[in-house]
């Protein structure tokens, strides 16, 4: 089975940057993944990351330490818009995705 | 229009009664998905299936039922709905066989509200 553990809840000022930690214990691991969820919305792909080290995608770059059993998700240049909720996501051997609780996000001007 | 399609989209039903919370997707995808999203509990799996022939149980598919009728749909029932599966229930799919990351793809969600 899964354990994956993120924050509840971050509040950061728009145009800076926020780090939502997640770490997970898991019987086989075959990737990990980011979601952005707006409330009321479904989740929507942001990021994956199988093997260690940094994957960077515009704004938004994830990191993964396998042996750690740690991944960030890193939002740059914070806007209003990328107040969301944030779901760590495990996908283990026989391909299923478990999710996080999910960490809120909430952008001031 | 959607790729994943979910219908309906809103139900509010009274204890005991049967229903039935269907998907259709267009992706051409072979595996998919239910889940449901509880505040504070994020999304649980209820179950699964990697292609028309094959059913499989999630984390907490007690009360629940599926059947998968085409690689296109993928439906579940709750056999007698009870006050605490009143939540947000999304399909996915996904198909790692591509070349890609094998993401899940969701459906626009359908809330459940049992009285």
């Known amino acids: 089975g899964q354990n994956i553990d993120q924050p509840t809840e971050m509040t950061a000022t728009e145009g800076a940057i926020v780090q939502i930690n997640c770490t997970y214990q898991?019987?086989?691991?075959?990737?990990l993944f980011w979601y952005q969820q707006h409330a009321g919305e479904a989740p929507t792909f942001l990021s994956y990351n199988v093997l260690d080290g940094l994957e960077e995608k515009g704004r938004f770059s994830s990191f993964l330490s396998r042996s750690k059993g740690y991944s960030y998700l890193l939002l740059k240049e914070l806007q209003m818009k990328d107040s969301a909720s944030y779901l760590c996501?495990?996908?283990?051997?026989?391909?299923?995705?478990?999710f996080g609780a999910g960490t809120t996000v909430t952008v001031r001007a | 229009d959607a790729d994943v399609t979910q219908t309906p989209r809103n139900r509010i039903t009274k204890t005991g009664k049967r229903i039935m919370l269907e998907c259709s997707q267009t992706k051409g995808h072979d595996r998919m998905y239910w889940y449901r999203q509880d505040p504070g509990l994020g999304l649980r799996l209820i179950y699964y299936?990697?292609?028309?022939?094959?059913?499989n149980k999630g984390e907490i598919s007690d009360g629940y039922s599926v059947s998968r009728q085409a690689q296109a749909k993928f439906s579940l029932s709750l056999e007698s709905a009870i006050p605490n599966q009143t939540a947000l229930y999304f399909c996915a799919t996904s198909d790692p066989g591509q070349g890609d990351t094998g993401e899940l793809f969701f459906g626009e969600g359908s809330r459940l509200t049992v009285l």
């Open positions: 898991t019987s086989g691991f075959n990737g």
């Open positions: 996501a495990v996908r283990d051997g026989d391909y299923k995705l478990s």
């Open positions: 299936s990697f292609d028309v022939k094959d059913i």
